[in-house]
Nanobody, 131 residues
Framework: QVHLVESGGGLVQAGESLRLSCIVSGLTFGDHAMAWYRQAPGKEREGIAV????????YYPDSVNGRFTISRDNPKNTVYLQMNNLQPEDTAMYFC????????????????????????WGQGTQVTVSS
């Protein structure tokens, strides 16, 4: 049985940082691309970061590029999202997702993120940013 468990969310002030973690079990972590999504109340889910199986290729949309960094530790079956300079508009539930994928090109990762073509999803961790 596959499990993705996010942690690290919380309440912070604008300009502060948070680091989210997602621990994965029940699958071969190193064979999977990993992504982070977020969804704010009343808004559609948004893909904000994706990383390939080996960790050497990533993609971010403009909304978070330069502020957020995705990384992974394959021996620990964990993917991270470092979020800097958080703003109130970053307030949302944050989810990690996994998909069996061997592609490395940025365009491949971008399409994977946009199409939300991920098989496994976590339950989410709440991030709230006050102004």
């Amino acid at each position: 049985q596959v499990h993705l468990v996010e942690s690290g969310g919380g309440l912070v002030q604008a300009g502060e940082s948070l680091r989210l973690s997602c621990i994965v079990s029940g699958l071969t972590f190193g064979d999977h691309a990993m992504a982070w999504y977020r969804q704010a109340p009343g808004k559609e889910r948004e893909g904000i970061a994706v990383i390939n199986w080996s960790g050497d290729s990533t993609y971010y949309p403009d909304s978070v590029n330069g502020r957020f960094t995705i990384s992974r530790d394959n021996p620990k079956n964990t993917v991270y999202l470092q979020m800097n300079n958080l703003q109130p508009e970053d307030t949302a539930m944050y989810f990690c997702a996994a998909e069996l994928a061997g592609g490395n090109r940025v365009e491949y990762l971008r399409r994977l993120l946009i199409t939300e073509d991920f098989t496994y999803w976590g339950q989410g961790t709440q991030v709230t940013v006050s102004s």
